[in-house]
């Protein structure tokens, strides 16, 4: 059984940083992508950035590059979001995602619609950031 668990998300005030985290577990994590999308309401999820945990290549959206950072600690299957310089804007449920076998959709997650190669997906953990 695929389970992503989410953690780390809450409120900052514009500027600050938050980290997040995803505890992958029941699939083949060594040859996977996963990714983190967000939500915010009214809003389309869209993909912010995605890791291939086996060889460690990243992919951002043109919004978060530069500010946001994705890592992955393969011996806790564990993957972090590192968000740094937060706006207003970034408010939103983060979603961690993942796709095993293949990880060729780390290439697109920045793609309109691209929620549709990942079939796993965690809870969410809600970001907030005041201005």
């Known amino acids: 059984q695929v389970q992503l668990v989410e953690s780390g998300g809450g409120s900052v005030q514009a500027g600050g940083s938050l980290r997040l985290s995803c505890a992958a577990s029941?699939?083949?994590?060594?040859?996977?992508?996963i990714s983190w999308f967000r939500q915010a309401p009214g809003k389309e999820r869209e993909g912010v950035a995605a890791?291939?945990?086996?060889?460690?290549?990243?992919y951002y959206a043109d919004s978060v590059k530069g500010r946001f950072t994705i890592s992955a600690d393969n011996a806790k299957n564990t993957v972090y979001l590192q968000m740094n310089s937060l706006k207003p804007e970034d408010t939103a449920m983060y979603y961690c995602?993942?796709?095993?076998?293949?990880?060729?959709?780390?290439?697109?997650?920045?793609?309109?619609?691209?929620?549709?190669?990942?079939?796993?997906w965690g809870q969410g953990t809600q970001v907030t950031v005041s201005s």
């Open positions: 029941g699939y083949t994590y060594s040859t996977s992508c």
């Open positions: 890791i291939v945990t086996s060889g460690a290549n990243t």
């Open positions: 995602a993942a796709v095993s076998t293949n990880p060729w959709p780390c290439r697109v997650v920045a793609a309109s619609n691209s929620r549709k190669w990942f079939p796993f």
